[in-house]
């Protein structure tokens, strides 16, 4: 959910030049940091052998975690489009994050 907000905020700021950057930079980072802080405690607490998850949801957060890095890493080819760049990542990364909360 937060991923969507952040989305939509960047998005805003792409539509809105007026808009200060700081909002949607500062919402975008706290969004990611908390989906990689999420990723990194499923994969301690599957390293447990004592607990199963799905694969299906596993690969979820497999991808929500590689498109942060593709994003970060694409962020030098989109100067001017950053902002729709990271809006457009931030709804997806909600939409997968949704798809793995509804998986089981």
């Given at each position: 959910m937060a991923n969507g907000l952040a989305g939509l905020i960047?998005?805003?700021?792409w539509r809105?030049?007026?808009?200060?950057?700081?909002?949607?930079?500062?919402?975008?980072?706290?969004?990611?940091i908390t989906l990689v802080v999420q990723v990194t405690t499923g994969a301690v607490l599957v390293s447990d052998e004592t607990?199963?998850?799905p694969r299906i949801h596993m690969f979820y957060g497999?991808?929500?975690?590689?498109?942060?890095?593709?994003?970060?890493?694409?962020?030098?080819?989109?100067?001017?489009?950053?902002?729709?760049?990271?809006?457009?990542?931030?709804?997806?990364?909600m939409g997968i994050g949704i798809r793995a909360a509804i998986t089981r």
């Amino acid at each position: 959910m937060a991923n969507g907000l952040a989305g939509l905020i960047a998005l805003a700021a792409w539509r809105l030049p007026k808009m200060p950057r700081r909002w949607w930079v500062i919402a975008t980072a706290l969004a990611e940091i908390t989906l990689v802080v999420q990723v990194t405690t499923g994969a301690v607490l599957v390293s447990d052998e004592t607990i199963t998850a799905p694969r299906i949801h596993m690969f979820y957060g497999f991808v929500g975690f590689a498109t942060v890095g593709l994003a970060y890493s694409s962020r030098d080819s989109m100067r001017g489009r950053l902002e729709m760049l990271y809006g457009l990542v931030g709804l997806f990364l909600m939409g997968i994050g949704i798809r793995a909360a509804i998986t089981r």
